[in-house]
């Protein structure tokens, strides 16, 4: 089974302040981890996955497998992050979870001036 | 492109009735997958259609079916509807391309609110 936890539903920062969001997973075989973000009237859209190893809006992610943590952190948070995100897993390369998202249940942050 | 796009944008019904919720994908995505999700809470996977068949499920009773046509447009149907299936149903659709299981970008469609009362 594979499962997702976002323990934080509600997380607040000042603006400059760093801020980190927790993921941790659990899955039998190889995951692909993903930050969605969901900002006020938009629809759900991708923030970065594992994979790319990017650095999206500032935003990084690093996949710790010993931990199986994905923490999403940006060192200086601005008010336009202020949004819902999801941290979200799927089978990585075919297999019966390929394509299939798993999301935990998402953490509202909040980005004070 | 109009991304992906889902009709109607809000349902309510009553218990006991059966609704269809439709979904077209992005231009260019062959592979649509259906998530509810309740307030509060994350998107649950419903299933997922590829070449007009389902090819992945998640926990939800048969009660809930759907269909993928030759353009790869969707639909999703919930027969028999209880009060706990008021939630928003999301559409995503993504490109798997013929027998290569690789990941692409799954684009999120702006949901259906359905209200069963």
């Known amino acids: 089974a594979q499962r997702v936890t976002q323990p934080e539903k509600l997380l607040s920062v000042f603006k400059g302040a760093p801020v980190e969001l927790k993921c941790n997973y659990s899955?039998?075989?190889?995951?692909?981890l993903f930050w969605y973000v969901q900002y006020s009237r938009q629809r759900l859209q991708l923030l970065l996955r594992?994979?790319s190893r990017e650095s999206i809006k500032g935003f990084t992610a690093d996949l710790n497998k010993g931990e199986t943590s994905f923490h999403l952190k940006k060192p200086f948070a601005q008010e336009e992050d202020s949004a819902m995100y999801y941290c979200?897993?799927?089978?990585?390369?075919?297999?019966?979870?390929?394509?299939?998202?798993?999301f935990g249940q998402g953490t509202i942050l909040t980005v004070h001036p | 492109d109009a991304g992906v796009t889902q009709s109607p944008t809000h349902l309510i019904k009553t218990r006991g009735q059966q609704v269809t919720l439709r979904c077209s994908p992005k231009s260019g995505h062959d592979t649509v997958s259906w998530y509810q999700q309740a307030l509060g809470q994350g998107p649950q996977f419903i299933f997922q259609?590829?070449?007009?068949?389902?090819?992945q499920r998640g926990n939800f009773p048969d009660r809930f079916s759907g269909h993928q046509f030759p353009n790869y447009s969707s639909e999703l149907n919930v027969n028999a509807l209880l009060l706990g299936d008021s939630a928003l149903y999301l559409c995503a659709s993504s490109w798997r391309g013929q027998g290569r299981a690789r990941y692409t970008e799954a684009f999120f469609g702006q949901g259906t609110r359905l209200t069963v009362v």
């Open positions: 259609y590829y070449e007009e068949e389902e090819r």
């Open positions: 979200a897993l799927s089978g990585l390369g075919g297999g019966t979870s390929y394509g299939k998202l798993t």
């Open positions: 899955y039998s075989g190889s995951p692909e």
């Open positions: 594992h994979i």
